[in-house]
């Protein structure tokens, strides 16, 4: 989230705390003005900015019915349709081989695994969510999220288990990290994609 978005997030306290600063002071000169008035404002505008985040968390935690899948940029970023609008999501804990669209050019197995995921999700309805031990967006402003399949199938693993992506921890663990790296360690033993056809991996 950049710094504009946070400072939006904190105009209603920062409104609300004006509003009250005001009441207070025009009660302190002498105007009939019921402490409660004060709280109730302060206490309202705190109410509007929780529900304001707690609406904004839920149409990207929705059921399938809310998100449907709308184009696949690689095998680990895709554009999902959302109750808000259109979101580029990158998935959490995984990592695939670089396409020819990439700036790094292409790695071996990416292609296949962008044909796979393309295969797989899109338009289909998907379940995301969102994981409180990591950033919401990453540097590209791609907001990370798991995405699961309304078969109950989170692609992160199957991807993964299928030998087409890697199991991948940025920067701290994450909550699928133990399911991933079993995962990995699966394909890994059976040689399954791309532990086959990549050599020096």
């Given at each position: 989230?950049n710094?504009i978005s946070?400072l939006?997030s904190?105009?209603?306290?920062?409104?609300a705390?004006?509003?009250a600063?005001?009441?207070?002071g025009?009660?302190n000169?002498?105007l009939?003005?019921?402490r409660s008035?004060v709280?109730?404002?302060v206490?309202?505008q705190f109410?509007?900015?929780a529900?304001?985040n707690e609406?904004?968390?839920?149409?990207?935690?929705?059921d399938?019915?809310?998100?449907?899948?709308?184009f696949i940029v690689d095998?680990d970023?895709?554009?999902?349709?959302?109750?808000?609008?259109e979101?580029?999501?990158?998935?959490?804990?995984?990592d695939t081989p670089e396409t020819?669209?990439?700036?790094q050019g292409?790695?071996?197995?990416?292609?296949?695994a962008?044909?796979?995921?393309?295969?797989l999700?899109?338009?289909?309805k998907?379940?995301l969510?969102?994981d409180e031990?990591?950033g919401e967006?990453?540097r590209?402003?791609?907001?990370l999220a798991?995405?699961e399949?309304?078969?109950?199938r989170?692609i992160?693993?199957?991807?993964?288990?299928?030998?087409?992506?890697f199991?991948?921890?940025?920067?701290?663990p994450?909550k699928?990290?133990?399911l991933?790296?079993?995962?990995e360690?699966a394909?890994k033993k059976s040689?399954?994609?791309?532990?086959k056809?990549?050599?020096?991996?």
């Amino acid at each position: 989230m950049n710094i504009i978005s946070r400072l939006k997030s904190f105009l209603p306290f920062i409104k609300a705390t004006i509003v009250a600063v005001i009441l207070l002071g025009l009660a302190n000169i002498g105007l009939d003005i019921p402490r409660s008035t004060v709280e109730e404002v302060v206490d309202g505008q705190f109410t509007t900015a929780a529900e304001s985040n707690e609406n904004k968390e839920e149409s990207f935690e929705a059921d399938a019915e809310g998100n449907r899948v709308v184009f696949i940029v690689d095998g680990d970023t895709l554009v999902v349709e959302t109750p808000a609008g259109e979101e580029k999501i990158r998935l959490i804990g995984i990592d695939t081989p670089e396409t020819a669209n990439s700036p790094q050019g292409e790695e071996c197995y990416g292609a296949e695994a962008s044909a796979f995921a393309r295969g797989l999700l899109t338009g289909k309805k998907v379940v995301l969510s969102l994981d409180e031990t990591q950033g919401e967006r990453d540097r590209y402003e791609r907001l990370l999220a798991y995405v699961e399949m309304d078969d109950g199938r989170d692609i992160g693993e199957v991807l993964i288990r299928e030998g087409y992506a890697f199991e991948y921890t940025y920067n701290k663990p994450y909550k699928n990290q133990v399911l991933y790296q079993a995962a990995e360690a699966a394909a890994k033993k059976s040689e399954a994609g791309l532990w086959k056809e990549c050599s020096g991996i």
